[in-house]
């Protein structure tokens, strides 16, 4: 598995988090970034996303403003720093990989060639 996620947890309505995730055995720096969220019985949804470069940003709407996707391709990790969290952002947040040098996102889960095993994070009210 190239993609190992962490950093979830439970923290209160209001609060934050940041999210990482790592890449091995791939070139990281050819691969579009993204993170998707999953509540039990529903479908997995986007969330954000990145270009290869780091230049380009994608954002659900229910978390534009308060969650913010970064990279490192010279540390071939990606980040999720979620703030103003809200109990409805309760989900387990898997990262996820496109083999893409395009500048444009991907909103799709079958999109995505490589998963993360899955983070779970518990927002209190």
């Known amino acids: 598995v190239p993609l190992q996620a962490c950093g979830g947890g439970l923290v209160q309505a209001g609060g934050h988090l940041r999210l990482s995730c790592a890449a091995s055995g791939v070139t990281f720096a050819k691969y579009g970034m993204a993170w998707f969220r999953q509540v039990p019985g529903k479908e997995r949804e986007f969330v954000a996303s990145i270009t290869w470069s780091g230049y380009n940003t994608y954002y659900a709407d229910s978390v534009k403003g308060r969650f913010t996707i970064s990279r490192d391709n010279a540390k071939n990790t990606v980040h999720l720093q979620m703030n103003s969290l809200k109990p409805e952002d309760t989900a387990i947040y898997y990262c996820?990989?496109?083999?893409?040098?395009?500048?444009?996102?991907?909103?799709?889960?079958?999109?995505?060639?490589?998963w993360g095993q899955g983070t779970l994070v518990t927002v209190s009210s």
């Open positions: 996820a990989a496109v083999f893409s040098t395009y500048a444009r996102a991907y909103y799709r889960p079958d999109e995505y060639r490589f």
